[in-house]
Nanobody, 124 residues
């Protein structure tokens, strides 16, 4: 497992942008698929996006496709989530997750390490 710490959340107006970061500890970070999930108040945690260890393959939820971009810098043990054209419905706690089993999936159970989350609030 790896330890994950998210940062970059905050309050932004609709139409604005934020970039989240997730710093990982662990020597094998570069071999992990990394994902972002989010959980809005009163709702279940949902998949946002994921990126393979090489950075060559990505997955996105339909709700964020074209607005969000996931990327990673294996030299810095960090994964990023660039969020543009934010909407009030994007308001949630955003969690970084690591998949050490190379599943490259959309399910919560595909990931075995989780960060504490960072709050993103989009005002209308």
């Amino acid at each position: 497992q790896v330890q994950l710490v998210e940062s970059g959340g905050g309050l932004v107006q609709a139409g604005g942008s934020l970039r989240l970061s997730c710093a990982a500890s662990g020597r094998t970070f570069s071999r992990y698929t990394m994902g972002w999930f989010r959980q809005a108040p009163g709702k279940e945690r949902e998949f946002v996006c994921a990126i393979r260890w090489s950075g060559g393959n990505t997955l996105y939820a339909d709700s964020v496709k074209g607005r969000f971009t996931i990327s990673r810098d294996n030299a810095k043990n960090t994964v990023y989530l660039q969020m543009n054209s934010l909407k009030p419905e994007d308001t949630a706690i955003y969690y970084c997750a690591a998949d050490g089993r190379y599943t490259f999936g959309r399910r919560i159970l595909d990931y075995d390490s989780w960060g504490q989350g960072t709050q993103v609030t989009v005002s209308s």
